[in-house]
């Protein structure tokens, strides 16, 4: 067992970079950034514990707008450099406060004023997000984020890990009817394709994402994302879902892996030689 390969992987959430974020500022008790770097630090030296992997699942900012996703560019690359890890190990998906409501109003009444539909996924509200996801991934082949194709798969094959960064906003507008986490038919077989080829290979499969994909919301568009997310992706189910939405990483039935509050890995019955342990 202690010659497995392992993996670490730093999970954060709900950062809102905005005009009231707690850890910048005048008011502020402290850089969020130095305060991770302290930990960081203390982790590898006490415990000789580094992480492989960033999931930065949603919510980067407070409102969506240009200026906060500026800050969490900075705070983006400073990571980077505390971690000492490529930007492409490090992955971002977008939260419900990253939705720009303002472009994502003016998107509406310029397609009502032409007489036109509005289109999922209202791609206008996340153009500051594509932005920083362009800006902050410059240079990195194999990663966009796109108004026809708005998430990403990360794969790593030197990790023996593949991560689908699920984009759960697909619905999310200014209107109060549309706060609920949907996928969309169109995302879910994106997965469920791109997922497959790395079924029976022992690489392990995580699913990062700000909802949860099991508890989207109570309207009918929602409890069939939620269908649809169990019938596309149950056979080529990752092994692991991370998201905010729960305290502790959550594992898939079946023989997945076992997640506790630190650690996770693959069952005996699953796990490969190759097979990653995860600690999160």
Known sequence: MTNEPRITLLHLSDLQFGPHHRFEGASSPGSLLNRLRDDLEKLQKEEDVRPDLVLLTGDLTEFGL?????????FAQGLADVTEL???????VPGNHDVNWKLSEAYFAERA???????L???????SYAELFARFYEGQPGISFSEAEPYNLFDYPE????????NSTIAESHRKDDHYGFFGEQQLRFFAQKLWPYKESGVLR????????LNLGENEAARQDMKDFKGMLAPRRPRL?????????????GPTPIAGKLSLS??????????PRASI
């Open 66 to 74: 240009k200026s906060h996703f500026d800050q969490m560019l900075s």
């Open 86 to 92: 490529p930007a492409r190990r490090i992955v971002i």
């Open 113 to 119: 004023g032409n007489e036109e539909p509005t289109v």
């Open 121 to 127: 996924p209202y791609w206008p509200k996340l153009r």
């Open 159 to 166: 990790l023996r890990v593949v991560i689908a960064g699920l």
């Open 206 to 213: 995580i699913a990062a994402v700000h909802h949860d994909p």
């Open 241 to 253: 879902r991370i998201s905010p939405r729960w305290s502790t990483p959550t594992a898939a039935p």
């Open 266 to 275: 693959l069952p005996p019955r699953a796990r490969t030689p190759t097979s």
